[in-house]
C-alpha cells in the first residue's frame, strides 16, 4: 500500500562504486529489490514509494542537505566533511568487507622517523579527507600542510610527493602491503542513514524513512543471527533449554508423540559450532539450522 502519492515519492540517494554492492545486497535482504544498469544513475527499485538515485557517497550529504534528495546514506566522514546539515536517523555498520567501523589513519613511511602526529610539525599530508584532517592537526597544535590526493594515496608516501597520508582502512592490509606504518587513528567512519530536514518533518516521509531503517537495522541485525529448530525428549527439555543463549526465551511446542517436544531459538552465528554438540549430547535430534533474513 502506498503511503507518499500525495505527496510524492521518496527521493533516496545510495551510495555508487565500492559500496554499492553491499547496499542492494542489505536493501535485498530488507525486501527491496534494486536494479541497476551502468548507464543509468536512476536504478528501479520495487517500491513505488521510492524514488532511487546513484551518486558519489562524498557528494551525497550535501545533496540530502540542500534537498535534492530527501534521505541518503552515506559515510560518518563525508557528512562531517561536508558540515551536512542533515538528521542523522542512525548508524548502519556495514561494507564491502565485513561488518564493522573503518578507520581513517595517519600513516608513515616504514622507516620514516615519524612516532607521532607531533613529529609531523612543518610537514605534507596527503588525504581525500581535508577538512576533516585540518581539524585533527589543528587540535592537536601541530601545524601541517594539508593536500588534496586525487587517488593512489598511499602511494605518495613511497613516491616521495607527502612525508604522510591520512587514508581509510578496515583491516589495515593495504596499508602494510605499501611498506606504511599507522601512527595515529584519525576518525572511526560507518554508513549512516541521514535525512533531510524538511523531509524529516513531513509525516508520511519520515514514516517512510523510519520504515527502512527498521528493515535495513533488522537486517543487519540478522547477519549475526541464525535459527535453530530441534526435536527434545521432553525429560531433557530443561538441559537442552539451559544449554541455548536464544535471543529470547524458545519456543517450544509440543509434537504428536507426547514425549518429545519441538523447540526453535534463534543464537550467535559464531555459537552454532560448539552449540550443536552439547544440544545432541543432551538428547537433541533432527537438528536444523537455518539462516535469517531479518531479526527486529
Not at 540542500?66 to 552515506?74: I, M, P, R
Not at 562531517?80 to 578507520?103: F, G, H, M, P, Q
Amino acid at each position: 500500500m502506498s503511503i507518499l502519492n500525495a505527496g510524492g515519492k521518496l527521493k533516496l540517494g545510495i551510495p555508487k562504486g565500492s559500496l554499492e554492492q553491499a547496499t542492494i545486497n542489505l536493501f535485498a535482504k530488507s525486501g527491496w529489490k534494486i536494479r541497476t544498469d551502468s548507464r543509468n544513475y536512476f536504478p528501479d527499485i520495487n517500491d513505488p514509494d521510492i524514488a532511487v538515485s546513484l551518486a558519489r557517497a562524498q557528494e551525497i550529504p550535501r545533496y540530502v542537505s540542500d534537498g535534492v534528495f530527501d534521505a541518503g546514506l552515506s559515510g560518518k566522514d563525508w557528512i562531517l566533511e561536508n558540515n551536512a546539515d542533515v538528521i542523522v536517523v542512525a548508524d548502519l555498520i556495514y561494507s564491502k568487507v565485513s561488518s564493522r567501523k573503518a578507520r581513517w589513519v595517519l600513516a608513515v613511511a616504514g622507516n620514516s622517523p615519524y612516532n607521532k602526529v607531533e613529529d609531523l610539525a612543518g610537514c605534507r599530508i596527503a588525504t581525500e579527507i581535508i577538512g576533516v584532517s585540518q581539524k585533527f592537526f589543528a587540535d592537536a597544535g601541530v601545524n601541517v600542510k594539508v593536500e588534496y590526493s586525487w587517488g593512489a594515496t598511499e602511494a605518495k608516501v613511497v613516491e616521495g610527493l607527502a612525508d604522510a597520508i591520512i587514508e581509510v582502512t578496515e583491516t589495515g592490509s593495504t596499508i602494510a602491503a605499501h611498506g606504511l606504518r599507522i601512527i595515529d587513528t584519525v576518525m572511526e567512519t560507518n554508513t549512516q542513514l541521514v535525512a533531510n530536514k524538511s523531509a524529516w518533518a513531513d509525516p508520511k516521509k519520515r514514516k517512510k524513512i523510519e520504515q527502512i531503517n527498521l528493515l535495513l537495522q533488522g537486517a543487519l541485525r540478522a547477519e549475526s543471527l541464525v535459527g535453530l529448530k530441534m526435536n527434545v525428549p521432553t525429560a531433557k527439555l530443561d538441559k537442552v533449554v539451559n544449554i541455548l543463549p536464544s535471543l529470547n526465551f524458545p519456543t517450544v511446542a509440543p509434537l504428536q508423540n507426547s514425549e518429545w517436544v519441538a523447540v526453535e531459538a534463534v543464537v550467535d552465528v559464531n555459537s552454532v559450532r560448539d552449540l550443536i554438540p552439547q544440544l545432541t549430547e543432551n538428547g537433541a535430534e533432527g537438528i536444523i539450522e537455518y539462516a535469517l533474513n531479518k531479526v527486529i
